[in-house]
């Protein structure tokens, strides 16, 4: 391999670790214009919602309950403010800020997202037994694209260490528990809290790349 084939390789990957979550968000945004398009595709929410609620039990209750709290924007907000001035008194702002940008950006994209979509939230009058009635609108969800950003930056900053694995475990249960819990709580269909397990995902690594790229940018400044 020669050093121009390896130089533009290297500079080719910054590029692409972008425009691919990017689609990938491009993408959840178009499947969810077509969903609400799609009635036949709420008549199927519906009913796996009703599906769920015929499970519910008190500790299932109160689990969804306690998780629908943890993960709420004023939860996360004193979560993350409180991780971020942690990690801004031991390690600097260079940690402190990139780990709240990967904690809140993608959540507060999925506001966004609802907002292009405009997807109602399930109707309460065809889920008599839900838990919870929010408002707003509903494709995707912002609960469980917290629980992703935040188990994937907790992730990206703590887990190179022998936290690694009770991370990856968080990184992959605290979103799959918060997707069911909103789904029970009968607040989201089936189909807002899947689509907000991709967006999240792609929200993190766009918002990763983008750090990076700004650290590479800050790097070669200061060594010209």
């Not at 391999?1 to 945004?29: H, K, N, Q, W």
């Not at 709420?72 to 940690?95: D, E, K, M, N, T």
Request: proline residues 7%.
């Amino acid at each position: 391999m020669t050093a121009t084939t390896a130089s533009s390789r290297r500079a080719a990957l910054p590029a692409r670790s972008i425009l691919v979550p990017f689609c990938i968000i491009l993408a959840v945004v178009l499947a969810g214009l077509v969903i609400r398009a799609t009635p036949a595709i709420g008549t199927w929410d519906l009913a796996v919602i009703r599906a769920i609620e015929s499970a519910r039990t008190p500790f299932l209750d109160a689990v969804a309950l306690a998780d629908g709290v943890l993960f709420s924007p004023v939860a996360a907000l004193v979560i993350v403010g409180a991780i971020s001035a942690g990690l801004w008194l031991r390690r600097g702002p260079g940690a402190a800020i990139p780990f709240a940008a990967l904690g809140l950006l993608p959540w507060l994209g999925s506001s966004v997202v609802k907002d292009i979509v405009q997807r109602p939230r399930p109707l309460s009058a065809g889920l008599p037994h839900h838990l919870l009635t929010d408002t707003g609108y509903s494709f995707p969800s912002g609960h469980t694209s917290l629980a992703v950003a935040l188990g994937l930056a907790l992730l990206l900053t703590f887990g190179a260490g022998r936290l690694r694995t009770p991370l990856i475990v968080f990184a992959v249960a605290a979103p799959l528990v918060t997707a069911f819990s909103r789904v029970y709580l009968g607040v989201h269909n089936p189909t807002d809290v899947l689509a907000s397990l991709v967006y999240a995902t792609a929200a993190v690594l766009l918002v990763d790349a983008l750090l990076r790229l700004v650290r590479r940018w800050w790097s070669s400044r200061a060594v010209g």
